[in-house]
């Protein structure tokens, strides 16, 4: 497997094993009958991986709730992109996979961070939007798309308040999302959110089922 043969995770999530990914596919037995993966994250592992069943579980309730919201688009790519648009256009964010991108001017006062400088209001009102019910999880992703280093993070009081980054949608963001659903469309996939343990010991395993473990 090459880097351009892997699968990418649509969340681009912090520590995920995309660049590690040519290394760890062949560790993996090709005759895998159950795949566990009681930390799974973005899911990186798990994209990149046969099986005949994928069991997947994380005990960030927030990282199954994408999972599962992305998994309802399946077949349906056009209707999830058109949501997401919509989130984009409504709070006047950029999106340069489709030519919403920011002025020369704007890249030349700030060559580092014009994306951050054009998208900050508009994050910020979308992120307090999202913090008031935390119902709708496609403006989660959202979020996470232009949210610094496309992390997850929630404040005591159960907030999220990662700010902006230097980031928008892209045709990376565009790509890996695609590829996400098309590689999951078929799969016999369960996602759940469980301490890892409570989750281990509940399974029944075969022969070829194969544990990818790594918290």
């Not at 995770?9 to 990914?21: A, H, I, Q």
């Not at 062949?26 to 069943?53: C, H, Q, R």
């Not at 281990?200 to 473990?213: K, P, R, W």
């Amino acid at each position: 497997m090459t880097k351009k043969e892997v699968i990418r995770s649509p969340f681009f999530y912090v520590g995920d094993k995309y660049k590690l990914m040519p290394q760890l596919k062949v560790l993996m037995p090709d005759d895998i009958d159950i795949y566990v993966e009681p930390f799974v994250g973005g899911g990186s592992s798990f994209l990149n991986a046969t099986g005949g069943k994928y069991i997947l579980n994380d005990i960030d309730t927030n990282v199954i709730k994408l999972h599962k919201e992305l998994s309802k688009y399946v077949r349906r790519e056009k209707l999830l992109l058109k949501k997401i648009y919509k989130i984009i256009d409504d709070y006047g964010l950029s999106c340069s996979y489709r030519g919403i991108t920011v002025s020369d001017e704007l890249k030349k006062k700030y060559p580092k961070t014009y994306y951050a400088k054009y998208n900050k209001e508009g994050y910020e009102k979308l992120r307090a939007d999202f913090n008031k019910n935390k119902r709708n999880v496609l403006k989660l992703y959202v979020l996470l798309i232009y949210g610094f280093n496309h992390m997850i993070r929630f404040n005591s009081e159960g907030k999220f308040n990662l700010p902006v980054g230097n980031v928008d949608f892209n045709t990376n963001v565009y790509t890996a999302l695609m590829n996400y659903l098309s590689f999951i469309k078929g799969k016999n996939i369960e996602f759940y959110n469980k301490d890892y343990k409570d989750f281990l010991n509940t399974l029944e395993l075969t022969e070829n089922s194969y544990v990818f473990l790594d918290p």
